[in-house]
């Protein structure tokens, strides 16, 4: 077998190690699990407490609820409780866990008991479990309790079991990545006993609670359910173990599920069947919702997003899918997604419509599915229920004045054509009653087009049709043409009506499409986080008409209030806080959410693949749409998406400066030391032989002269580092005055005579040589350094030549020698800093020439370089200065 076989592939193993670095950042889970109350969940998560403690791990309880139980009571002794907070609830005073309290004191463990538990009005979360997590987002390990019950995906069945309702619950999510879990069990004549003892609850409460929830088979059922659930997460645990570490085995099942939901309440009952089906196969879930022509109602599209709100806190993805055809919606999508199950269920509530059509949808279904398996989950109406109460008219979403509209123009139409009956005939009325229905069609849904083809057709029969005045038809031509008249104004009407509707939804989903589409457009524009600010904040207002502020992260990592430069929007310390919170956690928060929903502003995150961005605020009036929440989803990852890359593109040129500022700095240093080593040997070698030792006056003589030389050499050091200070901070402005070029050369040569012992220096200016208005003092310093450069370079020469000449405006100097020259690809960078030719010899900066160029250009001039045609090199000053102009004419 190939070795590759069993190579690991990279990018799983950077998800899984990427997933362990996640986890490790994270406090961890424990939660003590039980069938029910009174098995002794809080009694052992104290026990394991104190076993924890006794090894020094650092222990605090910050919510406990012990009902008065003796043995409870006694266990809470010896641990730090940390004081609750007290919220007013209408009149009451309720207590709640100090959330902060708790994350200020940074434990290593904090007891949470009752992890379901609803948290009073005002709290920062609605439930407690998500307390939780925001605890163990701090680091901080938890340990809590839970019963099976309170399972989301379990709620229904254990209603079902105990027929009593179950209003608290928690995500599948929280029980399934829990670090551990520990099944507290005891049989139910156990329990019962504990009970029977006044253990669990009051004789009187107890005698209650075993008549109704805690009877034998009901705590039968729910200790099988708790006891299959924790043997599930075991056989999970062991799969993802064996991926994680590799360890080969048949452990991929290859089943993927697909739940159909709708806008009815057996979806959630169907969700959270499919979840634990989906959990005791070991397969993948996910659900899709067909929007059709049907247009919902407000408690339809109230029961949907309770239903998508369900899915998510299963864990399910949700797909929604526009189609006419919810048969072949639901079979594309599948075939697409490699899906090998499909989970449907049977109508709960049956109307005439549904009796009509649901066997050919089932029939359709099974046609087309081909090889993929279907789940019917049957409706959890009892049997002996009347069939006659599950019978139903379709229900209509059109407002009562519609139905009045529809009626009046059919009337008029009806009153105007009666009047001229008796010139076109009652056949032509027909045709004009049809056309009639089918305008309406464009305009209202399918109630009113109904009572207008029923109205029309009765209006046709009893005022046009002989005998007038009556509903008997005398011809059978005319029955069946009544017949057809109204079948066609129906479907006509009908199908106008939802080709309207499809119109509507293909029009708003193209709308969304296109927006994105602009929005990506623009952003791709865009340069620097500014300016994408400003398209985000642009096409908010445009597309969603909310006002809407942005507030970025800094160079520490949290949010930056002073850069807010938007008044349109005034947030409060509380409205920060919050923005605050939604960083830090990356979940929105605030008004309509369960975090902190008291907030005058929604909170959203603007996350990336690598970073959390910041935060954007806005002002929602109403509630997002399932269909909204997707486009604003979508909408806001752009954004991130965008304000992620210029955020790397800005940390990646800050690393490349870092880069060329270290190199930059580590040759500056290399350079420097070797240029002060050696002028400062020189001085104090010469001092110490001047001072030890009684030389001759010739010998002292010329021991000053080296003194002199090298301070000389180290001055010159010294101005070129300042002068290159000077030139990168900006702060060069030339002082321009008149001046003699004559003065200007002769001075340089004379501060370099020594250098230019050596060589014949030939000085060429015309005669006519106008003053020309430079800064003296930085003119000199370019002269001075071409100069001794060539002093240095120009090695075999012996002729140095300056020359200087004014034309068209410009003043030229040029210093020439005979020496080597440069090597072609050497000329771009002769005025880089620190830059030094292949083979020049020790000493030197590599920043004269350099200067050269910097204070040439701040006269707002050129220097240029260029290999002479028989050796050497010329150096090309040119520097405008117009206002000689006259002076030459």
Same mark, same amino acid.
């Given at each position: 077998?190939?070795?590759?076989?069993?190579?690991?592939?990279?990018?799983?193993?950077?998800?899984?190690?990427?997933?362990?670095?996640?986890?490790?950042?994270?406090?961890?889970?424990?939660?003590?699990?039980?069938?029910?109350?009174?098995?002794?969940?809080?009694?052992?998560?104290?026990?394991?407490?104190?076993?924890?403690?006794?090894?020094?791990?650092?222990?605090?309880?910050? @919510?406990?609820?012990?009902?008065?139980?003796?043995?409870?009571?006694?266990?809470?002794?010896?641990?730090?409780?940390?004081?609750?907070?007290?919220?007013?609830?209408?009149?009451?005073?309720?207590?709640?866990?100090?959330?902060?309290?708790?994350?200020?004191?940074?434990?290593?463990?904090?007891?949470?008991?009752?992890?379901?538990?609803?948290?009073?009005?005002?709290?920062?979360?609605?439930?407690?479990?998500?307390?939780?997590?925001?605890?163990?987002?701090?680091?901080?390990?938890?340990?809590?309790?839970?019963?099976?019950?309170?399972?989301?995906?379990?709620?229904?069945? *254990?209603?079902?079991?105990?027929?009593?309702?179950?209003?608290?619950?928690?995500?599948?999510?929280?029980?399934?990545?829990?670090?551990?879990?520990?099944?507290?069990?005891?049989?139910?004549?156990?329990?019962?006993?504990?009970?029977?003892?006044?253990?669990? @609850?009051?004789?009187?409460?107890?005698?209650?609670?075993?008549?109704?929830?805690?009877?034998?088979?009901?705590?039968?059922?729910?200790?099988?359910?708790?006891?299959?659930?924790?043997?599930?997460?075991?056989?999970?645990?062991?799969?993802? @173990?064996?991926?994680?570490?590799?360890?080969?085995?048949?452990?991929?099942?290859?089943?993927?599920?697909?739940?159909? *939901?709708?806008?009815?309440?057996?979806?959630?009952?169907?969700?959270?069947?499919?979840?634990?089906?989906?959990?005791?196969?070991?397969?993948?879930?996910?659900?899709?919702?067909?929007?059709?022509?049907?247009?919902?109602?407000?408690?339809?599209?109230?029961?949907?997003?309770?239903?998508?709100?369900?899915?998510?806190?299963?864990?399910?993805?949700?797909?929604?899918?526009?189609?006419?055809?919810?048969?072949?919606?639901?079979?594309?999508?599948?075939?697409?997604?490699?899906?090998?199950?499909?989970?449907?269920?049977?109508?709960? *509530?049956?109307?005439?419509?549904?009796?009509?059509?649901?066997?050919?949808?089932?029939?359709?279904?099974?046609?087309?599915?081909?090889?993929?398996?279907? @789940?019917?989950?049957?409706?959890?109406?009892?049997?002996?229920?009347?069939?006659?109460?599950?019978?139903?008219?379709?229900?209509?979403?059109?407002?009562?004045?519609?139905?009045?509209?529809?009626?009046?123009?059919?009337?008029?139409?009806?009153?105007?054509?009666?009047?001229?009956?008796?010139?076109?005939?009652?056949?032509?009325?027909?045709?004009?009653?049809?056309?009639?229905?089918?305008?309406?069609?464009?305009?209202?849904?399918?109630?009113?087009?109904?009572?207008?083809?029923?109205?029309?057709?009765?209006?046709?029969?009893?005022?046009?049709?002989?005998?007038?005045?009556?509903?008997?038809?005398?011809?059978?031509?005319?029955?069946?043409?009544?017949?057809?008249?109204?079948?066609?104004?129906?479907?006509?009407?009908?199908?106008?009506?939802?080709?309207?509707?499809?119109?509507?939804?293909?029009? *708003?989903?193209?709308?969304?499409?296109?927006?994105?589409?602009?929005?990506?457009?623009?952003?791709?524009?865009?340069?620097?986080?500014?300016?994408?600010?400003?398209?985000?904040? %642009?096409?908010?207002?445009?597309?969603?008409?909310?006002?809407?502020?942005?507030?970025?992260?800094?160079?520490?990592?949290?949010?930056?209030?002073?850069?807010?430069?938007?008044?349109?929007?005034?947030?409060?310390?509380?409205?920060?806080?919050?923005?605050?919170?939604?960083?830090?956690?990356?979940?929105?928060?605030?008004?309509?959410?369960?975090?902190?929903?008291?907030?005058?502003?929604?909170?959203?995150?603007?996350?990336?693949?690598?970073?959390?961005?910041?935060?954007?605020?806005?002002?929602?009036?109403?509630?997002?749409?399932?269909?909204?929440?997707?486009?604003?989803?979508?909408?806001?990852?752009?954004?991130?998406?965008?304000?992620?890359?210029?955020?790397?593109?800005?940390?990646?040129?800050?690393?490349?400066?870092?880069?060329?500022?270290?190199?930059?700095?580590?040759?500056?240093?290399?350079?420097?030391?070797?240029?002060?080593?050696?002028?400062?040997?020189?001085?104090?070698?010469?001092?110490?032989?001047?001072?030890?030792?009684?030389?001759?006056?010739?010998?002292?003589?010329?021991?000053?002269?080296?003194?002199?030389?090298?301070?000389?050499?180290? %001055?010159?050091?010294?101005?070129?580092?300042?002068?290159?200070?000077?030139?990168?901070?900006?702060?060069?402005?030339?002082?321009?005055?008149?001046?003699?070029?004559?003065?200007?050369?002769?001075?340089?040569?004379?501060?370099?005579?020594?250098?230019?012992?050596?060589?014949?220096?030939?000085?060429?200016?015309?005669?006519?040589?106008?003053?020309?208005?430079?800064?003296?003092?930085?003119?000199?310093?370019?002269?001075?350094?071409?100069?001794?450069?060539?002093?240095?370079?120009?090695?075999?020469?012996?002729?140095?030549?300056?020359?200087?000449?004014?034309?068209?405006?410009?003043?030229?100097?040029?210093?020439?020698?005979?020496?080597?020259?440069?090597?072609?690809?050497?000329?771009?960078?002769?005025?880089?800093?620190?830059?030094?030719?292949?083979?020049?010899?020790?000493?030197?900066?590599?920043?004269?020439?350099?200067?050269?160029?910097?204070?040439?250009?701040?006269?707002?001039?050129?220097?240029?370089?260029?290999?002479?045609?028989?050796?050497?090199?010329?150096?090309?000053?040119?520097?405008?200065t117009e206002i000689l102009q006259e002076e030459i004419n």
């Amino acid at each position: 077998m190939d070795n590759n076989d069993f190579r690991p592939d990279p990018d799983e193993l950077l998800a899984s190690l990427k997933l362990e670095e996640e986890k490790s950042k994270r406090g961890k889970l424990k939660i003590f699990f039980g069938m029910c109350a009174g098995v002794g969940k809080t009694y052992t998560m104290l026990k394991t407490a104190h076993a924890e403690k006794a090894k020094n791990n650092d222990i605090v309880i910050g @919510y406990i609820e012990t009902h008065n139980r003796k043995e409870t009571n006694e266990l809470v002794e010896g641990f730090e409780v940390i004081p609750r907070k007290n919220f007013q609830y209408k009149t009451a005073m309720v207590q709640e866990m100090d959330l902060d309290a708790i994350i200020a004191r940074k434990p290593q463990i904090v007891i949470v008991d009752e992890l379901a538990h609803t948290n009073a009005p005002g709290s920062r979360h609605s439930k407690r479990f998500q307390d939780v997590r925001e605890i163990l987002d701090s680091g901080i390990n938890v340990y809590t309790t839970l019963n099976v019950q309170h399972l989301e995906s379990r709620s229904d069945t *254990v209603s079902q079991i105990t027929g009593i309702i179950i209003r608290e619950t928690i995500p599948d999510e929280i029980f399934e990545t829990a670090d551990e879990i520990e099944v507290i069990d005891l049989t139910p004549d156990e329990l019962l006993q504990r009970m029977a003892e006044g253990k669990v @609850y009051t004789q009187e409460r107890s005698k209650e609670a075993v008549a109704n929830f805690f009877r034998k088979g009901n705590i039968t059922a729910l200790r099988e359910m708790a006891l299959r659930l924790v043997a599930d997460r075991v056989d999970k645990q062991l799969h993802d @173990y064996m991926q994680l570490k590799r360890i080969k085995g048949p452990w991929k099942s290859g089943l993927h599920l697909l739940v159909a *939901v709708s806008h009815t309440q057996q979806s959630a009952r169907l969700l959270r069947w499919a979840k634990n089906l989906s959990y005791t196969m070991g397969g993948d879930l996910q659900a899709i919702y067909v929007e059709t022509a049907y247009k919902l109602n407000s408690r339809e599209k109230d029961q949907l997003n309770k239903n998508v709100t369900l899915a998510r806190q299963l864990g399910i993805k949700l797909r929604f899918v526009t189609n006419s055809d919810m048969v072949k919606a639901i079979v594309d999508f599948a075939q697409k997604e490699n899906i090998t199950h499909i989970i449907i269920g049977k109508p709960r *509530v049956r109307n005439l419509v549904n009796l009509l059509r649901l066997s050919n949808f089932l029939n359709k279904l099974i046609r087309y599915s081909g090889n993929i398996d279907l @789940y019917i989950l049957g409706s959890d109406i009892q049997t002996r229920e009347k069939f006659k109460k599950n019978i139903s008219f379709p229900s209509f979403t059109s407002k009562f004045h519609q139905y009045l509209v529809t009626s009046f123009i059919i009337i008029i139409t009806a009153l105007i054509f009666f009047l001229l009956t008796d010139y076109i005939g009652y056949q032509v009325v027909s045709f004009a009653l049809l056309f009639v229905v089918s305008i309406l069609a464009f305009f209202f849904g399918r109630g009113p087009i109904l009572l207008a083809a029923t109205l029309s057709a009765m209006i046709w029969d009893y005022f046009f049709i002989p005998p007038p005045y009556t509903l008997h038809v005398d011809r059978p031509e005319d029955m069946l043409m009544l017949i057809m008249f109204f079948i066609i104004a129906l479907l006509n009407g009908v199908l106008t009506s939802r080709i309207k509707i499809q119109e509507m939804k293909i029009r *708003v989903r193209e709308e969304r499409t296109n927006a994105l589409y602009q929005l990506t457009k623009e952003l791709s524009t865009a340069t620097g986080v500014e300016e994408v600010l400003s398209i985000a904040k %642009n096409d908010i207002s445009k597309y969603f008409k909310l006002r809407s502020r942005i507030l970025l992260r800094n160079e520490s990592n949290q949010l930056d209030f002073s850069s807010q430069n938007d008044k349109e929007i005034h947030l409060s310390g509380n409205d920060l806080s919050v923005a605050s919170w939604t960083f830090q956690h990356s979940a929105k928060a605030g008004k309509n959410t369960d975090t902190l929903p008291s907030c005058n502003f929604t909170f959203y995150p603007l996350k990336g693949n690598q970073m959390n961005l910041g935060v954007i605020a806005v002002q929602q009036v109403k509630i997002f749409t399932q269909g909204e929440e997707q486009f604003w989803e979508a909408f806001i990852s752009q954004i991130s998406g965008k304000l992620e890359r210029e955020f790397l593109r800005n940390m990646a040129r800050q690393a490349f400066l870092l880069t060329e500022s270290d190199k930059l700095y580590k040759t500056l240093f290399n350079s420097i030391s070797h240029e002060l080593r050696i002028p400062v040997a020189t001085i104090m070698g010469a001092s110490d032989s001047l001072l030890s030792t009684h030389h001759p006056f010739e010998v002292q003589n010329e021991l000053s002269q080296e003194i002199f030389k090298a301070s000389k050499r180290l %001055n010159r050091l010294i101005e070129n580092l300042l002068n290159m200070s000077r030139l990168e901070s900006g702060r060069i402005t030339p002082l321009l005055d008149w001046c003699d070029i004559h003065d200007l050369i002769n001075k340089v040569a004379e501060n370099l005579r020594d250098e230019l012992a050596p060589f014949n220096l030939h000085i060429v200016i015309p005669d006519d040589m106008p003053f020309v208005k430079i800064d003296f003092g930085l003119m000199e310093q370019v002269l001075h350094n071409l100069l001794y450069n060539a002093t240095q370079y120009a090695l075999g020469s012996e002729n140095l030549r300056v020359k200087a000449f004014f034309d068209n405006g410009f003043l030229t100097l040029q210093v020439m020698d005979r020496g080597p020259g440069f090597q072609r690809n050497e000329l771009p960078l002769i005025f880089n800093k620190f830059y030094r030719v292949e083979g020049s010899k020790a000493g030197g900066t590599g920043l004269g020439l350099s200067i050269a160029k910097g204070f040439v250009e701040a006269h707002k001039g050129t220097i240029a370089v260029e290999n002479r045609q028989n050796g050497g090199a010329k150096f090309t000053i040119k520097i405008p200065t117009e206002i000689l102009q006259e002076e030459i004419n």
